[in-house]
């Protein structure tokens, strides 16, 4: 049952790009985190998923959903420079710049997702439907 759980949370994470991110906590020498960091819950009616997104602008997010993948972008401005007189700035750890993250989800009614944007939170919850078992042609081999 573990093991099950963890494949269905790695496929909605998109965990194809695993290798490329490895270690980048550790590693990460520019102090910038791009990575959009992401709760996902499923419930009997629906998928829920909650994006952190500090610091960013409704109107500077993007939400699509096409063959079964949402897409969220969003796009954080620079911010105020915050050296001294001379340019000195001894340390900065916010990130700007665009940001894409892509999520997998069977079976959606489309037209009813919803997103609400609050207090750095981005909450989307994308309706199930059965509409996906309707779709299904089973062909016969002869």
Known sequence: MANELQNRFN???????F?????????????????MKTDVAETPKDYQVNIDLPGVDKQDIQI???N???TVS??????????DHE??????ERSYGRFTRQYQ??????EKIAAKYEDGVLKITLPKTDEEIANNHHIEIQ
Not at 22 to 31: A, P, T, V
Not at 75 to 80: G, T
Not at 87 to 92: E, R, T, V
Not at 105 to 110: E, G, K, L, S, T
């Open 11 to 17: 496929d909605f994470m998109n965990s194809d790009n």
């Open 19 to 35: 290798f490329s991110n490895f270690g980048r906590s550790f590693f990460n020498l520019d102090g910038h985190d791009t990575y």
């Open 64 to 66: 699509d959903f096409k």
């Open 68 to 70: 079964n993948i949402l």
């Open 74 to 83: 969003a796009k954080r401005d620079s911010f105020s420079d915050q050296s």
């Open 87 to 92: 340019g000195n700035l001894i340390a900065s």
């Open 105 to 110: 989800f069977p079976n959606v009614a489309r």
